[in-house]
């Protein structure tokens, strides 16, 4: 009798076909359809990116007090950020050590320590295990900690990552892109309002939908009441002349303002330069130019930090592969992606308020989440559109355009990049 060892399943199967698919890839095109249908790119892709790279899960403000902890799914893991007494921000694979029962249970809650509720095996918030009856006189508890998950805090933005040695360049991705959102004071924040929702698509074309704003006039008309969607490409033509000067010659004035008042805001972009690919860029707001609402106006009376005026226009933050920001003078809005299937996609929407901010006096809720409830339902949308038409047989990779899509260009450059250096391994 033959036995046939198992694949790994931390190790998808990568054949010459998927390796043919990844090195065919037609440069300044959509992906091909297997890259959205296909489990075994979906099973590369949770190992190749989810499980390799720095991934945006939360905010500090999710756990704000010693014991409190949130728990992230990312495809097979699951993984327990917690706060613990001295303040620092933990993270260990959701897994006890004694016969693998899932610990916590719940998205999120305080605990005093974290508690297997099978054999009430007792872990401390620093992840050692502190109590485990009846395993005898020889038994080290030293070696059954929980497993460490690596986690950083970009600000107060929270990410992970999965692998053993990640990768190395966080330390300047923080030196270049904390300088952007320090003044905001997210540490000093709390979430408002956190939406998840479920499209049926795939991961990548919700991506792909957010590193363009081709769509946003004909799509998004509650956003496009104040961002400006000349900021994210538009083709020069002489019916639009006039209107690119104006916005350039405002962004120019408004920069300069915000730079003299400490406030970095020229363009960075790393999206397909980097292992952490990452764009970002503070950009002039329409109508009010306060904030991302329906008047263009703040949506929160309290100011983020120690700011004094109001119009500092939206601090877009991008970072590869699953996550977007829009940092404001009143308020933060955070987007984090997740694939549960080849066709299947959580997004994570947290919208955040100072911390004295008072609801239905500073600021109210259904005002405050207006833009973003309607443009994520729009794109929602779009996403399952795309998703249906990459199923049809006749669906063929598309050509970007050079001026309104050279962002996706960049998240598909990233994307096929880490996929060819996983294969080279």
């Known amino acids: 009798m033959n036995i046939i060892a198992p694949l790994s399943p931390s190790r998808p199967r990568v054949d010459d076909a998927l390796r043919a698919l990844i090195a065919n890839r037609v440069p300044g095109h959509s992906l091909d359809a297997p890259f959205y249908l296909s489990q075994q790119v979906f099973d590369l892709d949770m190992e190749a990116i989810f499980a390799r790279h720095w ?4 905010v500090e403000p999710d756990i704000p007090e010693p014991g409190d902890y949130i728990t992230v799914d990312v495809g097979r893991h699951s993984v327990v950020i917690v706060r613990d007494d001295d303040q620092q921000i933990r993270a260990f694979h959701n897994v006890c050590r004694h016969r693998g029962s899932r610990l916590c249970q719940e998205q999120q809650g305080s605990v005093g320590n974290l508690v297997c509720p099978y054999h009430q095996w007792t872990y401390t918030l620093d992840g050692k295990l ?10 080290d508890k030293r070696a059954h900690g929980l497993k460490p998950v690596h986690v950083q805090s970009l600000a107060g933005l929270l990410f992970i990552c999965l ?3 990640p990768p190395t360049d966080f330390a300047r991705l923080r030196d270049e892109v904390e300088p952007y959102l320090l003044p905001h004071h997210l540490n000093d924040c709390k979430i408002a309002a956190q939406i998840d929702i479920i499209e049926e698509g795939n991961w990548k074309l919700t991506m792909e939908n957010n590193r363009e704003c081709y769509h946003c006039a004909a799509n998004h008309p509650e956003l496009t009441i104040s961002l ?3 900021g994210f490409g538009y083709q020069p033509s002489a019916a639009n002349a006039q209107q690119l000067a104006d916005f350039d010659a405002l962004s120019q004035r408004l920069e300069s303002e915000w730079q003299a008042d400490g406030l970095p805001s020229s363009e960075l972009d790393c999206l397909d330069e980097r292992i952490t690919g990452y764009r970002v860029r503070r950009l002039p707001l329409d109508r009010a130019g306060e904030s991302e609402t329906l008047d263009g106006r703040v949506a ?3 100011l983020l930090g120690n700011f004094q005026r109001a119009d500092l226009g939206g601090l877009s933050f991008w970072t590869q592969p699953n ?3 829009h940092f404001m003078s009143d308020h933060i809005v955070t987007f984090s992606v997740l694939p549960i299937a080849p066709e299947k996609t959580l997004v994570r929407t947290t919208w955040l308020v100072h911390k004295d901010a008072r609801e239905h006096e500073d600021y109210d809720v259904e005002n405050l989440t207006a833009v973003w409830r309607a443009t994520n339902s729009q794109d929602r949308a779009l996403v399952e559109m795309s998703q249906q038409g990459v199923r049809n047989p006749a669906y063929q ?3 970007y355009s050079p001026y309104a899509e050279g962002l996706v260009e960049k998240f598909c450059n990233w994307y096929v990049g880490r996929l060819t250096a996983y294969c080279l391994e």
Do not use: C, L, N, Q
């Open 163 to 165: 692998a053993d040695t």
């Open 55 to 58: 991934i945006h899960v939360a």
């Open 397 to 399: 990779p598309g050509p």
């Open 300 to 302: 929160s009376r309290k």
């Open 228 to 230: 400006f969607e000349y």
């Open 130 to 139: 502190a109590y485990a009856e009846h395993m005898g006189a020889g038994f």
């Open 323 to 325: 996550a977007w920001f």
